[in-house]
């Protein structure tokens, strides 16, 4: 006995059969089971796609009312507290994202040049090789 479903994403003559038997009942059915036949097995990649995609949404508009970014605890000495320390947070955030991009960029400009350096070094060998001058 095997192992496999027997409605797995693959092309099987059960898969086969249902595809044809699809499209001629209803041809969006047949569509529907080409479809699963051929994308089938990133089913799982897309729903945590999804999964992920609604969590942040939700935490993003998680207390939203009247354009408040978090919920009032009823008191307002606390509510003035933690708003100044979330634009605190935010600021901070900004600024990591701006040291990062320039690193990244830093990064970037480092690789390059290690590029251009061999590749310079590959075409300075290749001259003297061929039994050409090196340029300097």
Not at 3 to 28: K, M, Y
Not at 57 to 82: I, L, M, P, Q
Not at 92 to 102: I, M, Q, S, T, V
Request: glycine share 8%; aromatic share 14%; net charge positive.
């Amino acid at each position: 006995m095997s192992n496999g479903f027997v409605l797995r994403p693959a092309w099987t003559p059960f898969t086969i059969l249902l595809t044809i038997l699809g499209f001629w009942v209803f041809w969006p059915l047949g569509l529907a089971m080409l479809a699963y036949i051929l994308w089938g097995d990133r089913i799982p990649e897309i729903r945590r796609h999804f999964n992920d995609g609604t969590r942040e949404w939700s935490r993003e508009f998680r207390g939203c009312e009247s354009g408040r970014r978090y919920s009032r605890s009823g008191n307002v000495a606390f509510d003035d507290y933690r708003a100044k320390e979330l634009e605190r947070l935010d600021q901070e955030r900004r600024r990591l994202d701006e040291e990062r991009r320039e690193f990244e960029a830093f990064v970037r400009n480092l690789r390059r040049a290690r590029d251009q350096e061999a590749f310079d070094r590959f075409m300075a060998e290749r001259k003297v090789n061929r039994g050409g001058p090196p340029k300097a």
